[in-house]
């Protein structure tokens, strides 16, 4: 069932994404009257399509990717060269189609000797035709400017030069181009309001906890101990700290008296449940966000009960580190100082690649030092969106409440945070040596991601959506030629030297750099399927 919600949130997601992206290019090149000749879901062969006007509407085999055939995107050559003879459909006198496969018995339509044409009006007169030898006699037929080229699998509409892409002025250019990544951006903002919506906001007026987009096969430890959602926190105590809770401010109190005091106590949480007073102990977590790894407090340090090694890809060197281990000092503080042990390994950014934090130990019984290097502050920073690198954590968060002027403000906050994030790791990329392109994710690798987040509910996938969705704008903004913003880098030349790019060798660069990204796409996809063993 797992594998059958990570397909289904995989297609879900990913195919969203790129038709909203692929409509972006749509809605433009309509607006400014060029021809689209096929929107389609999906890549490989035709499943289902639908003609509407001039374009085909297809659903294609491989739910990854799609595309919006515009005409004149790509350099088109002459569908006539070397053709002498063709069956034609004239009504009226125009020219509706062309036959190619003269051969074909079925095709009941007069054939013709070609002399003359011209189907592209480079000059826009307005006037298309087709020369043909009838009898001896030289004939001019008109040709419909929406006239069908039959081949023998498949059909072609022609696209005179006023109806493709070169034609337009580099204003509608520029918008069509720029309207994939736009429609990702404007996607990002209409997921993270409707997320708002959905969960509401932070209610720190009192102590209700939820446990909202939990994995309850990962249950936090306060969750574990007994706790639910509706839940009114009232006491809480460890040791000689003890609050009164009324607000949330109450709760994240004491936890940052707890923390800064070193303690490695359980936590006795009083709380109120349908009137009913109750009690439970709970063990908090040792959060290190920079090593990924979680802990907890044990008799002789902290021992490691979470560990992911899957997702560092080179951002984090910790293969020395194993669950189970036990961490008796840091860097040569003890264990017994717990308040500095957190603030040893916090202060720890890892932006030297050289430097190491030295762990002491407990494996089997047995004492021992390893180092680990922790991930650069930079991504931390953007990890724990603004919270402590280590913490200490009860796994409680307060209930929420519903606000639609809030949910615009989190719309708007959240496609900004993810615009920064993605610039700041590609930063990253070319600053730390120790992050290389293994970083990357290709499908598998968003795959596993969003098989997790499926399982903490719709808010969850709506947010990773957002996310992705600007990750694929930004990145098709970037100035390759394959993608949208080498596109924009060619009108930018033509703007400057007010000539146009050589279209042959604009197409043989787009065509390069395509197979170099479907290459590296490739180095990905292999990079995370063993990053799965």
Same mark, same amino acid.
């Not at 929406?146 to 699998?153: F, N, S, V």
């Not at 009960?305 to 189970?324: P, V, Y």
């Not at 002491?360 to 680990?372: C, L, N, Q, Y």
């Given at each position: 069932?797992?594998?059958?919600?990570?397909?289904?949130?995989?297609?879900?997601? &990913?195919?969203?994404?790129?038709?909203?992206?692929?409509?972006?290019?749509?809605?433009?090149?309509?607006?400014?009257?060029?021809?689209? *000749?096929?929107?389609?879901?999906?890549?490989?062969?035709?499943?289902?399509?639908?003609?509407?006007?001039?374009?085909?509407?297809?659903?294609?085999? #491989?739910?990854?990717?799609?595309?919006?055939?515009?005409?004149?995107?790509?350099? @088109?050559?002459?569908? #006539?060269?070397?053709? =002498?003879?063709?069956?034609?459909?004239?009504?009226?006198?125009?020219?509706?189609?062309?036959?190619?496969?003269?051969?074909?018995?079925?095709?009941?339509?007069?054939?013709?000797?070609?002399?003359?044409?011209?189907?592209?009006?480079?000059?826009?007169?307005?006037?298309?035709?087709?020369?043909?030898?009838?009898?001896?006699?030289?004939?001019?037929?008109?040709?419909?400017?929406?006239?069908?080229?039959?081949?023998?699998?498949?059909?072609?509409?022609?696209?005179?030069?006023?109806?493709?892409?070169? =034609?337009?002025?580099?204003?509608?250019?520029?918008?069509?181009?720029?309207?994939?990544?736009?429609?990702?951006?404007?996607?990002?903002?209409?997921?993270?309001?409707?997320?708002?919506?959905?969960?509401?906001?932070?209610?720190?007026?009192?102590?209700?906890?939820?446990?909202?987009?939990?994995?309850?096969?990962?249950?936090?430890?306060?969750?574990?101990?007994?706790? *639910?959602?509706?839940?009114?926190?009232? @006491?809480?105590?460890?040791?000689?700290?003890?609050?009164?809770?009324?607000?949330?401010?109450?709760?994240?109190?004491?936890? !940052?008296?707890?923390?800064?005091?070193?303690?490695?106590?359980?936590? @006795?949480?009083?709380?109120?449940?349908?009137?009913?007073?109750?009690?439970?102990?709970? @063990?908090?977590?040792?959060?290190?966000?920079?090593?990924?790894?979680?802990?907890?407090?044990?008799?002789?340090?902290?021992?490691?009960?979470?560990?992911?090694?899957?997702?560092?890809?080179?951002?984090?060197?910790?293969?020395?580190?194993?669950?189970?281990?036990?961490?008796?000092?840091?860097?040569?503080?003890?264990?017994?100082?717990?308040?500095?042990?957190? *603030?040893?390994?916090?202060?720890?950014?890892?932006?030297?690649?050289?430097?190491?934090?030295?762990?002491?130990?407990? *494996?089997?019984?047995?004492?021992?030092?390893?180092?680990?290097?922790?991930?650069?502050?930079?991504?931390?920073?953007?990890?724990?969106?603004?919270?402590?690198?280590?913490?200490?954590?009860?796994?409680?968060?307060?209930?929420?409440?519903?606000?639609?002027?809030?949910?615009?403000?989190?719309?708007?906050?959240?496609?900004?945070?993810?615009?920064?994030?993605?610039?700041?790791?590609?930063?990253?990329?070319?600053?730390?040596? =120790?992050?290389?392109?293994?970083?990357?994710?290709?499908?598998?690798?968003?795959?596993?991601?969003?098989?997790?987040?499926?399982?903490?509910?719709?808010?969850?996938?709506?947010?990773?959506?957002?996310?992705?969705?600007?990750? &694929?704008?930004?990145?098709?903004? &970037?100035?390759?030629?394959?993608?949208?913003?080498?596109?924009?880098?060619?009108?930018?030349?033509?703007?400057?030297?007010?000539?146009?790019?050589?279209?042959?060798?604009?197409?043989?660069?787009?065509?390069?750099?395509?197979?170099?990204?479907?290459?590296?796409?490739?180095?990905?996809?292999?990079? !995370?399927?063993?990053?799965?063993?």
């Amino acid at each position: 069932m797992t594998v059958l919600y990570t397909i289904l949130g995989f297609v879900f997601i &990913l195919g969203l994404i790129i038709a909203v992206h692929e409509f972006g290019h749509y809605i433009f090149a309509k607006r400014a009257g060029i021809l689209v *000749r096929e929107y389609a879901f999906g890549m490989g062969p035709q499943l289902l399509k639908k003609k509407k006007g001039e374009t085909v509407y297809s659903l294609r085999a #491989f739910p990854i990717g799609g595309f919006c055939a515009i005409a004149g995107e790509e350099f @088109e050559g002459d569908p #006539f060269a070397n053709i =002498s003879r063709m069956k034609l459909r004239i009504e009226n006198g125009v020219i509706k189609g062309f036959y190619l496969d003269v051969d074909n018995k079925e095709i009941k339509y007069p054939e013709y000797s070609i002399v003359g044409y011209d189907i592209y009006d480079k000059d826009e007169t307005g006037n298309l035709y087709m020369d043909v030898d009838e009898n001896g006699q030289v004939v001019r037929y008109k040709v419909d400017p929406q006239a069908l080229i039959y081949y023998k699998k498949t059909e072609l509409q022609i696209a005179p030069y006023n109806r493709t892409l070169g =034609s337009k002025n580099k204003r509608q250019r520029a918008m069509v181009m720029f309207g994939g990544p736009l429609m990702n951006f404007l996607l990002a903002l209409v997921v993270f309001f409707i997320a708002g919506l959905i969960q509401g906001f932070p209610n720190y007026a009192e102590t209700k906890v939820t446990f909202a987009g939990m994995d309850e096969s990962n249950p936090t430890p306060a969750y574990a101990a007994g706790l *639910r959602s509706g839940d009114v926190i009232i @006491e809480l105590r460890a040791g000689e700290l003890y609050v009164e809770t009324q607000e949330w401010s109450d709760i994240s109190g004491f936890m !940052d008296q707890y923390t800064e005091a070193g303690l490695a106590t359980t936590i @006795e949480a009083t709380y109120l449940r349908d009137g009913v007073k109750n009690t439970v102990l709970i @063990e908090p977590n040792i959060m290190m966000y920079n090593i990924y790894a979680i802990g907890k407090f044990d008799e002789w340090g902290i021992k490691i009960t979470q560990l992911d090694k899957r997702d560092t890809k080179g951002m984090a060197d910790i293969k020395e580190l194993q669950i189970g281990d036990i961490i008796t000092k840091i860097n040569g503080v003890n264990h017994l100082e717990l308040a500095k042990m957190y *603030r040893e390994l916090a202060d720890f950014s890892g932006e030297d690649p050289k430097e190491r934090v030295t762990l002491e130990i407990i *494996r089997d019984g047995e004492v021992k030092e390893i180092k680990v290097r922790p991930l650069s502050k930079m991504i931390m920073e953007r990890i724990a969106a603004g919270e402590p690198v280590v913490d200490v954590s009860m796994g409680v968060s307060p209930g929420y409440k519903f606000s639609l002027a809030k949910s615009l403000v989190y719309s708007g906050k959240q496609t900004a945070k993810s615009f920064t994030a993605i610039i700041d790791s590609f930063y990253l990329l070319f600053r730390d040596k =120790s992050v290389t392109v293994k970083a990357f994710s290709g499908p598998v690798g968003i795959a596993v991601i969003i098989g997790s987040v499926v399982k903490q509910g719709l808010v969850s996938v709506l947010v990773l959506m957002g996310l992705l969705s600007v990750n &694929l704008g930004l990145f098709n903004l &970037l100035p390759i030629p394959a993608l949208d913003g080498g596109r924009l880098v060619f009108l930018g030349y033509e703007a400057i030297t007010g000539k146009k790019p050589n279209q042959k060798i604009e197409t043989a660069l787009i065509t390069i750099t395509m197979l170099l990204l479907i290459g590296f796409m490739i180095f990905v996809t292999f990079n !995370d399927i063993i990053g799965q063993f």
